[in-house]
């Protein structure tokens, strides 16, 4: 069974950084892309970066761009997201997700249960 | 980037009427690589349908996508009371990859 487990989030001071981990199982981690996706409370699923199967491929969603950094760990089948300089709007909580199939163009078939980060004074 | 807007914002029906929810596109999306999720509150979004038409693995065929180009329409044939919740689209051709801003259905 395919299993996707966020850690990490909390409560952190505006300008501050945090770092999410999401640790997969019941597949074979290093053939897959994945991606972290937010929602802030009340609101969408927005779309913030992907990594590709061994981690030398990235991008990011323009409004994280610079502060945030994707990478993966095959080794241990983890994902991490480093998330520096930290917003208000950056409040959310954190889903990281899985495609369908080991292609690069695949929607997101497995989903963790989601970690929240808040951005407060 | 692809901008999906959906409609409508919420969708009032009686368990048993058929729902229709619309996605629009502002480009058209390569390859009809459209899906179409469910989320419940406090629960990760589920993977309803993808390649805009293709039932994902264990989703019932009450629910049916359709549509290409910059049009696409999720259909829900006969509402179960487990079917009132949040409806996303997202398009997964072009980075970056973005959802529209769903779609409510609830009980009326």
């Known amino acids: 069974e395919v299993q996707l487990v966020e850690s990490g989030g909390g409560l952190v001071q505006p300008g501050g950084s945090l770092r999410l981990s999401c640790a997969a199982s019941?597949?074979?981690?290093?053939?897959?892309?994945m991606h972290w996706v937010r929602q802030a409370p009340g609101k969408g699923l927005v779309w913030v970066s992907r990594?590709?199967?061994?981690?030398?491929?990235?991008s990011y969603a323009d409004y994280v761009k610079g502060r945030f950094t994707i990478s993966r760990d095959n080794a241990k089948n983890t994902m991490y997201l480093q998330m520096n300089s930290l917003r208000a709007e950056d409040t959310a909580v954190y889903y990281c997700?899985?495609?369908?199939?080991?292609?690069?163009?695949?929607?997101?078939?497995?989903w963790g249960q989601g970690t929240l980060v808040t951005v407060s004074s | 980037e692809i901008v999906l807007t959906q409609s409508p914002d919420t969708l009032s029906l009686s368990p048993g009427e058929r729902a229709t929810l619309s996605c629009r596109a502002s480009q058209s999306v390569t390859s009809s690589y459209l899906a179409w999720y469910q989320q419940k509150p406090g629960q990760a979004p589920r993977l309803l349908i993808y390649?805009?038409?293709s039932r994902a693995t264990g989703i019932p065929d009450r629910f049916s996508g359709s549509g290409s180009g910059t049009d696409f329409t999720l259909t829900i044939s006969r509402l179960e009371p487990e079917d009132f919740a949040l409806y996303y689209c997202q398009q997964y051709g072009t980075s970056p990859w973005t959802f529209g801003q769903g779609t409510k259905v609830e009980i009326k």
């Open positions: 997700a899985r495609g369908t199939s080991p292609s690069t163009t695949t929607p997101f078939q497995h």
């Open positions: 990594i590709n199967t061994d981690g030398r491929s990235t």
């Open positions: 390649g805009a038409s």
């Open positions: 019941g597949f074979t981690f290093s053939t897959y892309w």
